[in-house]
């Protein structure tokens, strides 16, 4: 694995083409993997908090937010290019369009969800959605949620529940999703659902 490190947190080097490489790789292998689009703010957070530390050194972090591409230059490390949570969803269901994969969407407002959900079945139409449901639920209701999309068994799975809030829910379920890919990717369902 190539791997810059800023302020303690351990980043993708392989730019936007490689990681999406690497990503769908670990998929066709049922590598089961959390990414996480990491930017300035998030790297900061983690120095406080040390769950959240925890959370990002067992995931596949790519450098979301021209600042950290600044921080490797300053510390002459390989990042040369941001990769962003939206350019890796389009790109990640480019995959599941090619691959029939399926794909669960979890987060946003009811509304955006399922326009997020119909656009994306649209542009995408060999990829399998699964399931959707939207992100404002109450703590009592996880366990049916997780249980559902375990059942369903996604390749991928994307949780737009805002930083940090959407990967400390995957890390808190991972091992229960029965996810190959799980990746939070903040506002972009409302981006998608226009
Ligand atoms: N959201 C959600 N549940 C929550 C809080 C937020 O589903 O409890 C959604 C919200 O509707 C929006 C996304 O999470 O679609 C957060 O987007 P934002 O651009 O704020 O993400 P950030 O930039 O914080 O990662």
Excluded: C
């Amino acid at each position: 694995k190539q791997v810059a490190t800023i302020l303690g947190v351990p980043f993708s080097t392989r730019g936007f083409a490689g990681t999406v490489d690497d990503l769908v790789e670990r998929i066709e292998n049922g590598r089961k993997t959390h990414v996480v689009t990491a930017n300035p703010e998030i790297v900061m957070l983690a120095r406080e908090k040390r769950s959240l530390r925890a959370i990002l050194e067992q995931a596949y972090v790519v450098p979301d937010g021209i600042g950290i591409v600044y921080a490797a230059r300053w510390t002459k490390q390989p990042i040369n290019e941001r990769v962003t949570g939206i350019d890796l969803l389009e790109a990640l269901m480019a995959a599941a369009d090619r691959h029939q994969w399926k794909v669960y969407l979890l987060g946003a407002s009811p509304e955006v969800n399922r326009l997020a959900a119909e656009k994306l079945a649209a542009r995408y139409p060999g990829a399998r959605i699964v399931g959707y449901r939207d992100g404002y639920f109450q703590q009592g209701e996880e366990p049916a949620i997780v249980e559902e999309i375990a059942e369903k068994a996604p390749h991928l799975l994307f949780v737009a529940m805002g930083s940090p809030k959407q990967d400390e829910w995957i890390a808190k379920y991972r091992d229960q999703l029965q996810a190959i890919l799980m990746m939070g990717v903040g506002g972009s369902f409302d981006v998608i659902a226009g």
